[in-house]
């Protein structure tokens, strides 16, 4: 299964490279600069079709549903983003990619989260291990003192915003520098094939970093809240990911 989940993420990231006129198919969504295109709700059919093929008895759970969302607790779901950093995409600025990922009874089992740009694939299986293009990665072992920090300033949510960046410049003063990219995905895979040590969001849904998340903790990294407690995949939450040196500050 997870060999037919790369290729349907590989087509889908077709999708995408081959997107022409994207500004002008455009729409809002609630919060600060917060967009869907033609190509999200594209994307993601083609996941929703080709994925429950996969495994019908799945229920499946992606950002672009209008409807409430099923219980992920129980059984087998695919938490999906068709577009992580959909604001990238409409700029054509590089960092986007497609998230998928496999829960049973609440807990992943199985991510993968692709940058068509960059031709980057990266794969978790519970238990056996994160890779990038089938090349084993693991997590940084380097202290804060000499780490990258990634953060996401929650754009959505005006009020996290100087909440985030409070944050950010504490994590910043102790460690090397700061990075933002614009896509939760894409960040939880840089922690985790230890390009840097440190990642959070003060506010992410459960298809931004469902998929991530396993790849880090698969990598040797840790994932949690900022308190330390163990994220979950049904509802909104903060998201922290770092290296296993990594100390809270």
């Known amino acids: 299964m997870l060999q037919e989940i790369i290729e349907i993420v590989h087509d889908c990231g077709a999708i995408m490279l081959?997107?022409?006129?994207?500004?002008?198919?455009?729409?809002?969504?609630?919060?600060k600069g917060n967009f869907v295109t033609e190509y999200d709700s594209r994307v993601q059919?083609?996941?929703?079709?080709?994925?429950?093929?996969?495994?019908?008895?799945?229920?499946?759970?992606?950002?672009?549903?209008?409807?409430?969302?099923e219980d992920v607790s129980r059984g087998y779901a695919f938490i999906v983003d068709p577009i992580d950093g959909t604001a990238n995409f409409t700029r054509g600025y590089s960092m986007s990619c497609v998230s998928v990922a496999l829960i049973l009874d609440g807990r992943p089992?199985?991510?993968?989260?692709y940058n068509p740009y960059s031709q980057e694939t990266f794969v978790a299986q519970k238990g056996e291990g994160a890779y990038l293009n089938g090349k084993r990665i693991r997590a940084s072992e380097r202290s804060l003192e000499h780490g990258l920090i990634l953060f996401g300033t929650a754009p959505y949510h005006a009020e996290?915003?100087?909440?985030?960046?409070?944050?950010?410049?504490?994590?910043?003063?102790?460690g090397e520098d700061l990075r933002r990219s614009g896509s939760a995905a894409i960040d939880l895979c840089t922690i985790a094939c230890g390009r840097?040590?440190?990642y959070f969001e003060l506010q992410l849904c459960p298809w931004d970093y469902a998929a991530g998340a396993l790849i880090v903790e698969e990598a040797g990294g840790i994932v949690s809240d900022l308190e330390g407690n163990p994220v979950t995949f049904d509802h909104a939450?903060?998201?922290?990911?770092?290296?296993?040196?990594?100390?809270?500050?």
């Open 109 to 113: 089992i199985l991510g993968v989260v």
């Open 45 to 69: 059919a083609v996941l929703k079709e080709r994925l429950l093929s996969l495994l019908p008895e799945a229920v499946f759970f992606g950002e672009e549903d209008d409807a409430n969302h």
């Open 160 to 174: 996290l915003s100087k909440k985030s960046f409070e944050i950010a410049y504490r994590y910043f003063e102790k």
């Open 18 to 31: 081959g997107a022409t006129d994207i500004r002008r198919k455009i729409h809002t969504k609630e919060g």
């Open 237 to 249: 939450q903060t998201v922290v990911a770092r290296g296993p040196r990594v100390k809270f500050l």
């Open 196 to 198: 840097a040590e440190f």
